[in-house]
């Protein structure tokens, strides 16, 4: 007759031996076990649930689709943005410092900042990087790539309800990122339209991040009222750039 510490040795080791026969799960997170949340231990012994990292990344990937980013761009960030020139390496300066800074500008007049000139320079991709990291910063940036939102605007004039539903979207978001303003030319509509937007984003010291391919000049050129009020708002963080020899694409 076996022992009670014997049978309790026996018990652990057909225990353990069923443990290595049950197939194991497949968890798309074996930190959490696909629970989104750990529980781990205080000092005093009391439980604390925090979010998993796979769960954080989930939230932050949903808030940058909310934000009306395309997923494939979610790798335009500043780890990928290649620095091989003078101009890039401003450009990342640049963009670093703000997004650095931005909890105490953001309410000042001059809270923006912008990128323009050059086609390839990777001006979409730095104000990409700005979005994403304004996004983990707890901020919600608003997509409004140029082209494609003036054109559904005016496929909406005829509906003043879902035409200014989409015009305070672009409005009052806390920040908007402007993509290729003015991509393609800018008819007088375009132009009252574009104005409406930043002049209210203007007077309500709310911050735009802006590429163009259009330089300083050639927005105030367009309309110098808007090009005027792009300036200022983005005033020491504006960047012409100038030269064939900046494009990334001809690489």
Same mark, same amino acid.
């Given at each position: 007759?076996?022992?009670?510490?014997?049978? /309790?040795?026996?018990?652990?080791?057909?225990?353990?031996?069923?443990?290595?026969?049950?197939?194991?799960?497949?968890?798309?997170?074996?930190?959490?076990?696909?629970?989104?949340?750990?529980?781990?231990?205080?000092?005093?012994?009391?439980?604390?649930?925090?979010?998993?990292?796979?769960?954080?990344? &989930?939230?932050?990937?949903?808030?940058?689709?909310? +934000?009306?980013?395309?997923?494939?761009?979610?790798?335009?960030?500043? %780890?990928?943005?290649?620095?091989?020139?003078? /101009?890039?390496?401003?450009?990342?300066?640049? +963009?670093?410092?703000?997004?650095?800074?931005?909890?105490?500008?953001?309410?000042?007049?001059?809270?923006?900042?912008?990128?323009?000139?050059?086609?390839?320079?990777?001006?979409?991709?730095? $104000?990409?990087?700005?979005?994403?990291?304004?996004?983990?910063?707890?901020?919600?940036? /608003?997509?409004?790539?140029?082209?494609?939102?003036?054109?559904?605007?005016?496929?909406? /004039?005829?509906?003043?309800?879902?035409?200014?539903? %989409?015009?305070?979207?672009?409005? %009052?978001?806390?920040?908007?990122?402007?993509?290729?303003?003015?991509?393609?030319?800018?008819?007088?509509?375009?132009?009252?339209?574009?104005?409406?937007?930043?002049?209210?984003?203007?007077?309500?010291?709310?911050?735009?991040?802006?590429?163009? &391919?259009?330089?300083?000049?050639?927005?105030?050129?367009?309309?110098? +009222?808007?090009?005027?009020?792009?300036?200022?708002? $983005?005033?020491?963080?504006?960047?012409?750039?100038?030269?064939?020899?900046?494009?990334?694409?001809?690489?």
């Amino acid at each position: 007759m076996e022992s009670i510490s014997q049978s /309790v040795k026996r018990i652990k080791e057909m225990a353990l031996k069923c443990k290595e026969r049950a197939p194991k799960a497949n968890y798309s997170c074996p930190i959490c076990r696909d629970t989104g949340s750990i529980i781990t231990d205080q000092a005093d012994g009391q439980p604390i649930i925090k979010i998993c990292k796979c769960q954080q990344k &989930e939230i932050l990937r949903q808030q940058w689709i909310d +934000a009306g980013f395309n997923i494939m761009s979610a790798d335009r960030n500043f %780890k990928t943005f290649k620095i091989d020139n003078k /101009v890039s390496e401003k450009m990342k300066d640049m +963009a670093m410092d703000y997004v650095e800074n931005f909890v105490a500008i953001q309410f000042n007049n001059n809270n923006s900042i912008s990128f323009l000139g050059q086609p390839g320079s990777g001006k979409t991709h730095i $104000c990409m990087a700005i979005a994403l990291e304004l996004i983990k910063k707890g901020f919600y940036p /608003v997509y409004f790539p140029y082209r494609e939102v003036i054109t559904e605007l005016k496929q909406n /004039v005829m509906n003043p309800i879902i035409y200014q539903e %989409k015009m305070n979207k672009y409005k %009052k978001s806390k920040i908007l990122i402007i993509d290729d303003l003015f991509k393609g030319g800018a008819t007088e509509s375009d132009i009252r339209t574009t104005f409406d937007i930043l002049n209210y984003r203007y007077l309500n010291r709310l911050p735009i991040v802006v590429s163009s &391919e259009h330089l300083s000049q050639s927005l105030l050129n367009i309309d110098y +009222a808007l090009g005027g009020r792009i300036i200022e708002m $983005c005033e020491n963080r504006i960047l012409d750039i100038f030269g064939e020899e900046f494009d990334k694409r001809l690489e």
